[in-house]
């Protein structure tokens, strides 16, 4: 019996760090869902977008949305620019012919303390979609597209 505390001492940090790769892709995975539903969202121009968006830090297509979205001075102005966003998204996205259906291969492509990087391909080329969290929220900080 006193010679069974060796191998479980050498055995635990394994076991401890098996469980925070598991916590990290449960997490990671939980992100990619929360990225999916947010983008689907905002591609069909359902105001519940909104929610899901970190506007002080957004970045979309290349462009500080952040940087504008904070020099707005009154809460009702913000709200307005948080609407014409999500409106004017969904708007271009259709009119460019996507529809969020046609995306597929859901995936984490990165995953650190920091943030999550979510991927998805279309025929048109490949969404990316940053999650972070802030306040003890996780937000959608960055979409992107390649072609």
């Given at each position: 019996?006193?010679?069974?505390?060796?191998?479980?001492a050498?055995?635990?940090?394994?076991?401890?760090?098996?469980?925070?790769?598991?916590?990290?892709?449960?997490?990671?995975?939980?992100?990619?869902?929360?990225?999916?539903?947010?983008f689907?969202?905002?591609?069909?121009?359902?105001?519940?977008?909104?929610?899901?968006i970190?506007w002080?830090?957004?970045?979309?297509?290349?462009?500080?949305?952040?940087?504008?979205?904070?020099?707005?001075?009154?809460?009702?102005?913000?709200?307005?620019?948080?609407?014409a966003?999500?409106?004017?998204?969904?708007?271009?996205?259709?009119?460019?012919?996507g529809?969020p259906?046609?995306?597929?291969?859901?995936?984490?492509?990165?995953?650190?303390?920091?943030?999550?990087?979510?991927?998805?391909?279309?025929?048109?080329?490949t969404?990316?979609?940053?999650?972070?969290?802030?306040?003890?929220?996780?937000?959608?900080?960055?979409?992107?597209?390649?072609?």
């Open positions: 019996m006193k010679y069974l505390w060796f191998p479980l050498v055995a635990m940090p394994f076991a401890f760090s098996q469980c925070e790769k598991t916590a990290n892709k449960v997490a990671s995975r939980a992100d990619m869902s929360f990225a999916k539903n947010t689907e969202a905002l591609a069909r121009g359902d105001a519940k977008a909104r929610e899901s970190d002080p830090t957004f970045q979309a297509m290349g462009q500080d949305v952040g940087a504008a979205y904070v020099l707005i001075p009154s809460e009702t102005e913000k709200a307005n620019f948080q609407q966003f999500v409106s004017q998204f969904a708007a271009g996205f259709r009119q460019a012919g529809t259906d046609k995306f597929e291969n859901w995936r984490v492509s990165h995953h650190d303390d920091l943030k999550t990087e979510v991927a998805a391909d279309s025929g048109g080329g969404v990316t979609i940053t999650v972070t969290e802030r306040d003890g929220k996780e937000r959608v900080s960055g979409l992107g597209f390649i072609r």
